[in-house]
């Protein structure tokens, strides 16, 4: 099945600054998410972006299919973006693999 | 309803007892999935229904694991005769009739086995 590996595991940041979270696939996948899992558990759907490139506000995301990796962008980053951003492939009808996580902390 | 609902969302119990729990998808997903996430770790696919089709339970870990879906509607995880590995928290998500459509996920049920 699709394997799915996100860099960096951890990442402290200072408030204000900015990052890039990276998931890599093993294989093509038509279904990619990302998600950012907040302090109480909570699984939050960022984007849904198997392709291309969007932006939500401070976040914005970039799937480049043909070389199986995505970018998750966090801009000026604040303490409430703190939680576990996970990534999320899935090809055909199967069901979503998920990454191991990055595990993001801003201190203010 | 507004969005993915699971119950109870918190769940202690001895090893060796059975344990139910619930999860409530948006109204109109065709599509339901369990996932178990132990601490500190990604989440791991366990089972996924779709429509009235047989489900895929080729994640269930063993066979103390079980799940029923009655139609579009409500969906039950049962684990028979917890083990203490079996803590972790249970999350359900929903989704419409494509398969590329957005998952959306539930709050989760904490288990935890004594």
């Known amino acids: 099945g699709i394997q799915v590996e996100q860099s960096p595991p951890d990442l402290i940041l200072q408030e204000g600054a900015n990052s890039t979270l990276r998931c890599n696939f093993s294989d093509s996948v038509n279904n990619l998410q990302w998600f950012h899992q907040n302090p109480w558990g909570q699984l939050i759907n960022l984007f849904y972006?198997?392709?291309g490139t969007k932006q939500n506000g401070r976040l914005s995301a970039t799937t480049v299919a043909t070389e199986r990796y995505s970018l998750l962008y966090i801009s000026s980053s604040q303490t409430t973006d703190s939680g576990v951003y996970f990534c999320a492939g899935a090809s055909g009808n199967t069901p979503l693999v998920f990454g191991k996580g990055t595990r993001l902390s801003v201190i203010a | 309803g507004a969005g993915v609902s699971q119950s109870p969302s918190n769940k202690v119990t001895e090893k060796g007892k059975d344990v139910e729990l619930r999860c409530d998808p948006i109204s109109g997903h065709t599509a339901l999935y369990w996932y178990r996430q132990r601490l500190g770790q990604g989440l791991e696919f366990l089972i996924y229904f779709q429509g009235n089709s047989a489900p895929d339970k080729s994640g269930l870990p063993s066979d103390r694991f079980s799940a029923e879906r009655t139609g579009e509607s409500v969906s039950t995880l049962t684990i028979q005769r917890t083990q203490q590995e079996d803590s972790a928290v249970y999350l359900c998500?929903?989704?419409?009739?494509?398969?590329?459509?957005?998952?959306?996920f539930g709050p989760g049920t904490r288990l935890t086995v004594l």
């Open positions: 998500a929903s989704r419409g009739l494509v398969s590329t459509d957005t998952q959306y």
């Open positions: 972006i198997p392709s």
